[in-house]
């Protein structure tokens, strides 16, 4: 297949991928909305790819994508410290893997490569879901496990 054929094909399919969705609530206010920009940032580094100055802006939105979403890290591992969530080390080990995997490629992505952008964004899509419905959601499901233990 031609690749303009595969970059249309994927337009086609993927438009409504990157959006947050109600099955992807933790039920903390703040780690939602912060998952809810990260998708916002997807949403527009999927339709930078189709702009006409696509090199420069995938990698504009893919930075402050990646800035963001350090801080969004970072703000659920506070949260985890706080709660004493006894999965804190693996789940950083997880968020940590991810930056180091992104950053690299971001490092490399110097020539205008549409096929690597699709490929980058479908892959941090795809990890994200996975990864906020098991690990993120178990976070909160433990605060609501040891809230119920608790002495009234
Ligand atoms: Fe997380
Ligand atoms: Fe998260």
Known sequence: MERIGIVSLFK???LARFEWKAAFCVGD??????????FDLLAAMHRDIYSDDANHAVKSTL???LEYTKVHFTDEEDLMRSIGYPGYAAHKALHES???KVWALYMRSNESNTDLAIEL???LNDWLVNHIL??????TAYVRESNKKAPS
Do not use: G, S
């Not at 206010?29 to 990260?38: A, F, L, Y």
């Open 29 to 38: 206010n703040r780690v939602d909305e912060q998952h809810k920009k990260i």
């Open 98 to 100: 991810l930056m180091d």
């Open 121 to 123: 964004l479908v892959f």
């Open 12 to 14: 086609e399919q993927v």
């Open 134 to 139: 098991e690990e993120d959601k178990a976070i």
């Open 63 to 65: 930075k402050e994508l």
